[in-house]
């Protein structure tokens, strides 16, 4: 209520201010006072003419609009996937924001009909502003992120709702709201130019041509109540269709290549995990950043059905050693062989969860076809997750969203399982139960479990090895 009183008292302020000055001209001519254009504002209301008029000018320029923000998308996409062509528009991009909007109208007065000119000025005003907008926010998307879906092979849908939409959206809404502004702008400038019949930018220049000062301002007050509501409409509408959309509840996809069966004891686990679980081999394995190898010829065997623990110095290439088993980065040489067609669950040294989902979200995202949802839920209480839905994982512990990425590990398909120290953040009896609950669930597949802990190594490995 405070904040309502204190907008209408500014605006209250500025009314006053508005009446002072036209008290002051005492010229009717060159100021209208507040009520004089209230009661021509009225006047117009009241005619069908007015109408017409608003139609016109609405349906133009929110068509420029609505043209600026497909084409803006569209062209920012093509432009994130292929380099040559953001080269192409970056000079083009950076012309049509140069140019003053006069020069445009005059410009395309002689190729289109001024019916039609608010349509293409509202349009190259917005354009720039869209495409470059969802660009960056394209270009701003989390790597790790990107990389987790790879892994997990997240469907192209999916990976749009769920990854892409929810870093694009702030940008694009930005974007949105500086356009519409833009357009009213631009479009009502061009109007006032062309005069074409029926239009918005018509009354403005016969005003100005009789020295209709009331009709003046009752206009503009016209184009900026329009300006606003419009800007209120396209924005709700866009962030209750996109949110709607992007965080939307996540469903386990329906069973399929990948179905899911029930064992004794109503158990449930993943067809491919009843399969034998490959053998790893590592032969030869080198890589180098920037001319320092980090591993350099590693040779290891990860056993089939059991967990390999691997140990070492920090910087020594435990993480790296994950990402070339990922397919994340490619060896310089070497080989590695036993993954070809299995598919990976992997919990990365860092959580790489979608903030915006809760925690049955985001296993449902990457769960294995067919996956009982009540399965879901029961893992997540079984590691002391009892908020696994409607609460986004944004507002987790930091061992809340460790024991996450755990369960969501455990329901991808899959025999192979890699861990990157997955129970750091983790103390005490909760870091021994989630460590049980997990050795029960990884039973014969075949694990790659990094650490630096030397008891988590001897507790929960079946081979160690050391790098150095």
């Known amino acids: 209520m405070r904040n309502k009183i204190r907008k209408l008292a500014v605006i209250l302020f500025w009314l006053l201010i508005w009446q002072l000055a036209s008290a002051l001209i005492e010229t009717k001519i060159l100021f209208a006072s507040p009520a004089a254009t209230l009661i021509r504002l009225a006047e117009l209301i009241g005619t069908a003419e007015f109408w017409r008029t608003i139609s016109f000018s609405c349906l133009r320029i929110g068509a420029g609009f609505g043209l600026a923000f497909v084409s803006g998308i569209i062209l920012a996409i093509v432009s994130a996937g292929l380099p040559v062509i953001r080269e192409l528009l970056s000079p083009l991009m950076k012309l049509i924001k140069a140019i003053p909007v006069a020069s445009f109208v005059i410009l395309a007065l002689f190729w289109f009909r001024s019916q039609n000119l608010s349509v293409l000025i509202s349009f190259l005003m917005v354009l720039p502003v869209i495409y470059s907008n969802v660009l960056q926010g394209i270009q701003s998307m989390d790597r790790e992120m990107l990389e987790m879906a790879q892994v997990y092979r997240i469907g192209p849908v999916r990976k749009i709702r769920y990854l892409c939409l929810p870093s694009v959206l702030p940008y694009l809404e930005s974007a949105c709201s500086v356009g519409l502004g833009f357009c009213w702008k631009s479009g009502v400038a061009a109007e006032v130019i062309g005069i074409p019949a029926s239009s918005i930018g018509r009354q403005l220049y016969e005003a100005k ?70 053998e790893i081999v590592i032969e030869g394995l080198r890589k180098t950043y920037n001319g320092r190898p980090v591993l350099n010829g590693l040779n290891l065997v990860c056993r089939r059905g059991k967990v390999t623990c691997v140990m070492g110095a920090s910087g020594i290439g435990k993480t790296t050693l994950l990402k070339l088993l990922t397919g994340i980065e490619k060896p310089d040489s070497g080989k590695i062989t036993g993954l070809e067609g299995t598919d990976i669950a992997v919990v990365f040294q860092e959580d790489r969860l979608c903030e915006g989902l809760d925690a049955f979200g985001n296993v449902a995202l990457t769960a294995a076809e067919g996956t009982p949802e009540h399965e879901i839920e029961k893992a997540l209480g079984a590691v002391g997750i009892t908020e696994g839905r409607g609460k986004p994982v944004s507002e987790f512990s930091g061992g809340m969203k460790r024991r996450t990425a755990i369960v969501r590990a455990v329901f991808a398909a899959g025999s192979v399982v890699l861990l990157d120290e997955p129970f750091k953040g983790l103390d005490g009896d909760r870091k021994r139960s989630v460590m049980n609950w997990l050795s029960g669930k990884l039973s014969g597949k075949t694990v790659l479990f990094i650490t630096h802990d030397e008891t988590e190594a001897h507790s929960f490995g079946d081979d160690l090895i050391s790098l150095n």
Not at 239 to 254: D, E, L, P
């Open 209 to 278: 041509l009789y020295l209709l000062t009331d009709d003046l301002f009752a206009w503009t007050c016209v184009i900026v109540a329009i300006s606003v509501i419009f800007e209120k409409l396209v924005m709700a509408g866009l962030r209750r269709v996109i949110r709607r959309f992007a965080g939307g509840r996540v469903r386990v996809r329906r069973a399929g290549r990948r179905r899911g069966l029930l064992e004794k004891g109503n158990t449930w686990r993943n067809e491919e995990s009843r399969a034998p679980a490959p």
